[in-house]
């Protein structure tokens, strides 16, 4: 077994040879003639000149061996149903929505818009676009139809997938309603839209002439052949919209052999799934993580991939655990988020279930708390992995490699960086790189990896302007995390760039505060925020979520358990991170895919306009900041 520093280091110094043997882990129809073209930086072209296919890789190679191997199985808290698809249907399954969508005028080239909700019609849908060459954009369900509109309008689709609608918590949610509303703001709406009917909304109106039924049109398609088409390994394969700093979301592009290439590398290295068993990622289809760890890379690794709706306490905390047994998952994904959500719950669910078959829980998404890896990590008696990256990168910037050398894990730490990523900890003021345990940005020298965005949907100067020019003395890409390295070589991520809190002539991470204020026993979550302060500059204020909330029911209680937040803040890290205040709620405003609101709070404690609030999850959280400020103000 190689060690991962080696791994690493060969795949930076002699990077074409590195990337040609992970090029065989998938199929080609044609070969490339060059591993990389970086004439133009920083646009990286990788494996140019190959031809190959997503959904060839995902299915079509499977079916000689793994033909009658469950390749997705959906599990539906929320309808209470389930199905499950062999690699022989799910074949077939997505050559009939190909053969629907061409006989709807989609052809190569052409972006199609999927807004569904977690059935298993999305991911034939996504395949089939892989399958004929056409880019997909899933949109997240829970995004307003404001929002959808401006994806619409920047990705100008030919078609639009959508369903009747969909359920949270048992509650439905009327996704074929929010389309219309989306496309009479478009300015730019699809000719058709295509619908799948669940019968959760029997009064759904349906536009003549535009508007098609995905079930009446199934049926004149069954069993259709439609190949796949061979596609230039940089022609794109999807765009996905990610937000930054700015109002206007992003269209991060991918290619199609980088991109096969580097989640069939992921799945051996880091995740360790191999042909013949089980993933199970609890994401959303319309985040990054369900595009690469839900459907393509279990699929291409030959796995079985579980598509949960749902969530994960409905109809109590142990369901995932059950899933886990049902199915013998070996592969779990989950988000920091939910597992503090279980962290609440009766400790009793963890032991219920027959969890044998699970290797690893990989963790990513947010920052994962010290306090959270314990536990979980004792409580599962297995390998929590914490691992680092983006939207932007696809797959994984920092992670154990398990695949590679099994390294002790460390608390709080996603470990080391990940093969083909020439990670840098840059000083912000200089560009220098930075010493063992000095707080730095975190930056790739370009070119990027394979699978890693090759640029911004219809802008490649918004790509450069965004990403390449944090530093004026050379091109490197920025994370916008901030990032140490301890003396055995360990990161560890503390915050974004863009959140950081500068409390007189301090700077430090919203996250770091936030760990510490964790590392009190009676603290489930919090989120710090920086506020405006005559004297400092800024003061980071703490909303935290108790554990046992029956401390908290008399003002003494209160001011005891802030009293000692403050204490063990001042303990972890100094007097000068102690926060001006701290706010106990019952739930932290986040978005549906559980990142913290922090600007949305940041706004309401300086008194200013909460902003853009369409992918909150739960809008009572925020009344729950407006009281609590206001509690404490009139204290
Ligand atoms: P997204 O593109 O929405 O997945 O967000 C990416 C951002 O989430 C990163 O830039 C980090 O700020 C944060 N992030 C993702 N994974 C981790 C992790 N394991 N630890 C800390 N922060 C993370």
Request: hydrophobic content about 40%; some cysteine; proline content about 6%.
């Amino acid at each position: 077994m190689a060690s991962v520093k080696e791994f690493h280091r060969r795949s930076i110094e002699d990077r074409e040879s590195f990337w040609r043997e992970q090029a065989a882990l998938v199929h080609w129809h044609k070969p490339f003639s060059r591993v990389l073209d970086y004439s133009r930086p920083p646009f990286a072209k990788w494996f140019v000149g190959g031809e190959t296919n997503l959904c060839h890789n995902a299915l079509d190679r499977h079916l000689a061996e793994r033909g009658d191997q469950a390749a997705l199985v959906y599990v539906s808290t929320e309808v209470n149903e389930e199905r499950s698809y062999t690699y022989r249907e799910l074949h077939a399954e997505v050559q009939r929505a190909a053969a629907m969508m061409q006989s709807l005028g989609v052809k190569k080239g052409d972006r199609v818009v999927i807004y569904m909700p977690m059935i298993p019609e999305a991911c034939f849908a996504m395949l089939a676009c892989a399958r004929i060459g056409a880019i997909h954009s899933v949109v997240f369900g829970g995004f307003a139809a404001a929002s959808l509109a401006a994806r619409i309008d920047d990705a100008r689709p030919k078609l639009m997938l959508t369903a009747d609608g969909g359920s949270r918590m048992g509650k439905v949610v009327l996704y074929k309603a929010l389309v219309d509303e989306a496309l009479r703001l478009a300015k730019h709406p699809p000719e058709k839209v295509l619908i799948y009917r669940r019968g959760l909304d029997p009064n759904m109106p349906a536009a003549a002439g535009r508007d098609v039924d995905w079930k009446a049109l199934a049926a004149r398609h069954e069993g259709a052949q439609v190949p796949c088409a061979w596609l230039e390994s940089n022609e794109p394969s999807y765009i996905l919209y990610t937000s930054g700093t700015t109002g206007q979301p992003k269209g991060v592009q991918r290619d199609v052999g980088g991109y096969a290439v580097a989640l069939a590398a992921s799945m051996k290295h880091i995740f360790c799934g191999g042909p013949g068993e089980t993933m199970f990622t609890t994401s959303d289809i319309g985040w990054v993580v369900g595009h690469s760890y839900i459907v393509y890379a279990p699929l291409i690794a030959g796995m079985t991939t579980i598509l949960y709706e749902g969530v994960p306490i409905r109809p109590d905390a142990g369901i995932w655990w059950k899933i886990v047994q049902d199915r013998r998952v070996n592969v779990m994904f989950s988000a920091p988020t939910a597992i503090r959500v279980l962290k609440k719950q009766d400790p009793a669910y963890l032991k219920k279930y027959d969890l044998s078959s699970l290797r690893h829980l990989f963790l990513a998404g947010e920052p994962l708390d010290e306090p959270t890896h314990v536990w979980i990590s004792q409580a599962l008696d297995k390998p929590v992995i914490d691992h680092y990256w983006q939207t932007e990168t696809g797959w994984p910037i920092l992670s154990a490699m398990p695949g590679v050398e099994k390294t002790p894990i460390k608390f709080g730490s996603p470990s080391f960086p990940v093969f083909g990523y020439d990670l840098q900890l840059l000083r912000e003021v200089d560009a220098e790189p930075a010493a063992a345990n000095e707080k730095a940005v975190v930056a790739i020298v370009p070119p990027l990896p394979p699978g890693c965005m090759s640029t911004v949907w219809g802008d490649d100067a918004r790509f450069v302007k965004t990403y390449f020019s944090t530093f004026s003395k050379m091109q490197v890409y920025s994370t916008f995390d901030w990032g140490i390295r301890d003396a055995e070589g360990y990161y560890f991520i503390l915050g974004r760039t863009d959140d950081v809190i500068n409390v007189a002539g301090h700077r430090l991470g919203t996250r770091e505060i936030e760990e510490a204020v964790s590392m009190h026993p009676n603290i489930a979550e919090c989120a710090v925020v920086g506020v405006q302060d005559a004297l400092k500059g800024q003061m980071p204020l703490a909303f935290a979520v108790a554990k046992d909330g029956s401390k908290l029911a008399t003002p003494q209680g209160r001011a005891q358990l802030e009293k000692e937040v403050m204490e063990t803040v001042d303990k972890q890290l100094g007097a000068i991170a102690r926060p001006r205040t701290v706010h106990f709620v019952t739930l932290l405003p986040k978005t549906r895919s559980g990142k913290t609101l922090r600007r949305a709070i940041q706004a309401l404690a300086e008194g200013r306009d909460p902003g853009d609030l369409t992918t909150i999850e739960d809008p009572g959280a925020l009344e729950q900041i407006r009281n609590a400020l206001k509690e404490k103000a009139a204290a």
